[in-house]
């Protein structure tokens, strides 16, 4: 079976501070992972996937997330936040038929000026 | 954008009525999902769809219905509307291939008074 766990439903950082945005996994198989991004009164948006390609996985908008078996993590980074990265982010793991997707609970990002 | 239409995208009723949700794709994607979408909740499935007539439930399938009778509609009916189905429902599409994302539609947003 597969789950995700994201640390910190809320997390608030300053205009051009590091954004770090935690997902831990579980995973009976070799995991997919995903990071999506939702603004206000839209859908889920792709910003990267996992595929087993490369550890080290960079998405749209300056964000990237490293992989790491050892520890069950994927967690998100950005290196300067921008007032429009304000959003809610969900970690997603799917077993790679493409067939399910398990969603976390998601984190609300601020950004403050 | 991956062609997902939900329809209504708002939409409130009364408690006991039943309510329709519709999804439509232009993508030719096999699975088809429906998950709702609460506070503190992340997403949660439904029920989803692996092609015309086939259809299986998922974690918080009680109260709902579903149906895929073209492989480019599949809706979601809530038989007897109660309050706690007043909720955010998005539908998703996958390919159903081995590392393939979810694409999701921009949610309806259903209130049950």
């Known amino acids: 079976a597969q789950s995700v766990t994201q640390l910190g439903s809320h997390v608030s950082v300053s205009e051009g501070a590091l954004v770090l945005l935690r997902c831990n996994y579980s995973?009976?198989?070799?995991?997919?992972l995903f990071w999506y991004v939702q603004y206000p009164n839209q859908g889920l948006q792709l910003l990267l996937k996992?595929?087993?390609?490369?550890?080290l996985v960079k998405g749209i908008n300056g964000f990237e997330a490293e992989f790491k078996k050892s520890e069950t993590s994927f967690h998100l980074t950005k290196p300067s936040a921008h007032m429009s990265d304000a959003a809610e982010y969900f970690c997603?793991?799917?077993?790679?038929?493409?067939?399910?997707?398990?969603f976390g609970t998601g984190t609300s990002l601020t950004v403050i000026p | 954008d991956a062609g997902i239409t939900q329809s209504p995208r708002h939409k409130v009723t009364e408690t006991g009525t039943p309510v329709t949700l519709r999804c439509h794709q232009t993508?030719?994607?096999?699975?088809m999902y429906w998950y709702r979408q609460d506070p503190g909740h992340g997403l949660r499935l439904i029920h989803y769809?692996?092609?015309?007539?086939?259809?299986d439930k998922g974690e918080v399938s009680d109260g709902y219905s579903v149906s895929r009778s073209k492989t480019e509609d599949f809706l979601l009916t809530l038989e007897s509307a109660t309050s706690s189905q007043t909720s955010v429902y998005f539908c998703?599409?996958?390919?159903?291939?081995?590392?393939?994302?979810?694409?999701f539609g921009q949610g309806t947003r259903l209130t049950v008074v």
């Open positions: 998703a599409i996958s390919a159903g291939l081995q590392n393939t994302e979810a694409f």
């Open positions: 995973s009976s198989v070799p995991p997919y």
């Open positions: 996992y595929t087993s390609a490369a550890t």
């Open positions: 997603a793991v799917s077993d790679g038929s493409g067939n399910q997707f398990y």
């Open positions: 993508e030719n994607h096999r699975y």
């Open positions: 769809s692996y092609g015309v007539k086939d259809t």
